[in-house]
């Protein structure tokens, strides 16, 4: 599975951004799609998941203001996130794996990455 993610940019504190993450060969069938992002000096941390693609988690910090969401005509994995807050910024990742559920928010439990996009939250 090759992915790609999309859909970042600068915005100001309360917008909006939709972040998508396409499987350019093969579909998520089976897989678990994972959204980390990594700000700088600091480590990959998880964002959200969706587990084999139905079974959706979050990270407590995005919880209530990020939806993850699957296109399956666009086959994409898509993340929408609302009222950001300039401690969103960072570079954003979405992974695929055959991975367990203990390990989804783990980035050793994905095979498969995309090259990140950057949001930028500004106060």
């Known amino acids: 599975v090759q992915l790609q993610a999309s859909g970042g940019g600068s915005v100001q504190a309360g917008d909006s951004l939709r972040l998508s993450c396409a499987a350019s060969?093969?579909?998520?069938?089976?897989?678990?799609v994972g959204w980390f992002r990594q700000a700088p000096g600091k480590e990959r941390e998880f964002v959200g998941a969706?587990?084999?693609?139905?079974?959706?988690y979050y990270d407590d910090s995005v919880k209530g203001r990020f939806t993850i969401s699957r296109d399956n005509a666009k086959n994409t994995i898509n993340l929408q996130m609302n009222n950001l807050k300039p401690e969103d910024t960072a570079v954003y990742y979405c992974g695929a794996g055959r991975t367990i559920l203990s390990m989804i928010r783990s980035s050793m439990g994905y095979n498969y990455w995309g090259q990140g996009t950057q949001v930028t939250v500004s106060s």
């Open positions: 969706a587990f084999r693609t139905t079974q959706i």
């Open positions: 060969e093969g579909t998520f069938s089976g897989y678990t």
